[in-house]
């Protein structure tokens, strides 16, 4: 509990200190990412904190908000820093308000159809720390789909960028594609291996490891500094001499 307190306070501070760098394209995104993280990871300290199938179903259900805007959010994110273009409206429109409206409507609807967690989500008590078992239906994996969809654009995004840029800002974008990819390897941990961190899904904190992979970025002081790329790429890359 208290380390996912500590994350979301230094992610407050980050999103404060990154709107206040007019430069970075995409910053709002950055920001929404970082307040959707804070949401399911609180979702995560909440169901830790309680043994009660009942109680961990229902904040289970409303998890669901931030787990779908994350991905969303960090590929939209990427696409505005890396592309240097806006997100087009359709997309927006589409993964912001239908998808997600979809999805925790199917999740908070789940006792009357069970088809998002199916009848068998028990508490598992024969460990040394007890744990809900969400029994996942069909829309479950549905949702899963879609959110696989969402966060494999993200990958072929910053895999693009990494394979445009100039070597210069090469080594950034490959830490952003690191950073991609960190939870998904830990969500298919979780899905096809049951591997659990503190008895849940270990995908909130591997995303926190992501954005701790970005406050890294954040103090080289250049990542969100364009001017500063540029004038690597203009003073330090240039083979002719440059007068000021």
């Not at 999103?15 to 929404?32: A, D, N, T, Y």
Request: with cysteine; proline share 6%.
């Amino acid at each position: 509990m208290q380390l996912v307190f500590v994350t979301v306070v230094l992610l407050g501070v980050l999103c404060v200190w990154v709107r206040g760098h007019s430069s970075l394209p995409g910053k709002h995104w950055f920001v929404l990412t970082s307040l959707a993280m804070s949401w399911w990871l609180l979702s995560v300290a909440l169901e830790l904190s309680t043994h009660a199938p009942e109680c961990v179903l229902t904040i289970g259900q409303v998890a669901w908000l931030g787990i779908v805007l994350l991905p969303t959010f960090w590929a939209f994110f990427l696409y505005e820093y890396a592309l240097g273009a806006k997100v087009p409206r359709p997309v927006l429109v589409t993964c912001i308000y239908i998808a997600p409206a979809l999805i925790v409507g199917a999740a908070a609807t789940t006792h009357w159809h069970l088809k998002f967690y199916g009848p068998e989500t028990r508490l598992v008590t024969e460990v040394a720390k007890p744990y809900v078992y969400f029994d996942h239906g069909p829309l479950f994996f549905a949702a899963i789909s879609y959110l696989y969809v969402v966060i494999m654009s993200a990958i072929v995004i910053t895999g693009r960028a990494v394979l445009r840029a100039n070597p210069a800002v090469r080594s950034f974008f490959l830490k952003l594609f690191a950073g991609t990819m960190i939870p998904v390897v830990a969500n298919l941990s979780y899905l096809i291996g049951d591997f659990r961190l503190f008895g849940s899904d270990p995908t909130p904190f591997s995303f926190a490891l992501s954005l701790a992979l970005v406050v890294w970025l954040i103090a080289d002081n250049r990542w969100v500094d364009t001017n500063a790329i540029a004038r690597e790429l203009m003073f330090y890359n240039s083979s002719d001499p440059v007068f000021v």
